[in-house]
């Protein structure tokens, strides 16, 4: 199972781009990366997912290298309601495995 | 359109006690996935089913059981709860060949 290495906190201003970066270096073939958002005493709740290159929904991108042993969730233009912790997950089957996450803080 | 429920939402049990946490989703997933969260830690995978009628073991399955009876359930039983199980627990369900687990709203409990 591929484990995943994030930065444990960051902290931004409304407004700003944030982009968090998750490393994945023994990503399998069939391995997809998947981005969880998490606020506090609830259950986490999913954001995006993709397999290489670029995706975008109306939350969120993920930037995905050719080599895809690390990712990019970027938030655009943050506000306060976007203060959580952010779990990036590689898999491809059943046991997702969460790792500590980033907790993010959005400052006024 | 429930999703996942989780029930109870608390419960403090003593140590030794037994328990069971129940799980239902309404989506008609096939996986179903029991997690447990500590304070400042990310979730733990307890144990997962890939159907009715199955079951498997995950990271953290020492001292908890389950059972998936109908497709729609997934319990969680601590047969003699203990105090490092204090911990709030999350069931989560998927779909089968695109899993990414729905998670309920977790329940909340301690053990004294």
């Known amino acids: 199972l591929a484990k995943t290495t994030q930065p444990i906190s960051m902290d931004s201003y409304e407004g700003q781009e944030v982009n968090i970066t998750c490393s994945h270096n023994?990503?399998?073939?069939?391995?997809?990366i998947t981005w969880y958002q998490q606020f506090p005493s609830q259950g986490p709740r999913f954001i995006i997912q993709?397999?290489?290159t670029k995706v975008t929904n109306e939350v969120a991108s993920l930037f995905i290298p050719a080599d895809r042993k690390s990712s990019t969730l970027s938030l655009p233009r943050v506000s306060l309601s976007d203060t959580a912790v952010y779990y990036c997950?590689?898999?491809?089957?059943?046991?997702?495995?969460f790792g500590t996450g980033t907790r993010l803080q959005v400052f006024p | 359109n429930a999703g996942v429920t989780q029930t109870p939402k608390f419960r403090v049990l003593k140590t030794g006690q037994s328990m069971t946490l129940l799980c239902a989703q309404d989506?008609?997933?096939?996986?179903m996935y029991w997690y447990r969260q500590d304070p400042g830690m990310g979730l733990r995978l307890i144990h997962y089913?890939?159907?009715?009628?199955?079951?498997a073991k995950g990271e953290v399955p020492d001292g908890y059981n389950v059972s998936r009876l109908k497709k729609q359930n997934f319990l969680l039983g601590l047969e003699s709860a203990a105090p490092s199980q204090t911990s709030v627990y999350f069931c989560?369900?998927?779909?089968?060949?695109?899993?990414?687990?729905?998670f309920g709203a977790g329940t909340r409990l301690s053990v004294l």
């Open positions: 989560a369900s998927s779909e089968q060949d695109f899993p990414l687990p729905y």
């Open positions: 023994n990503i399998a073939t069939n391995d997809y």
């Open positions: 993709g397999y290489k």
């Open positions: 997950l590689v898999g491809a089957r059943v046991q997702l495995i």
């Open positions: 989506m008609n997933h096939e996986y």
């Open positions: 089913s890939v159907g009715e009628g199955t079951t």
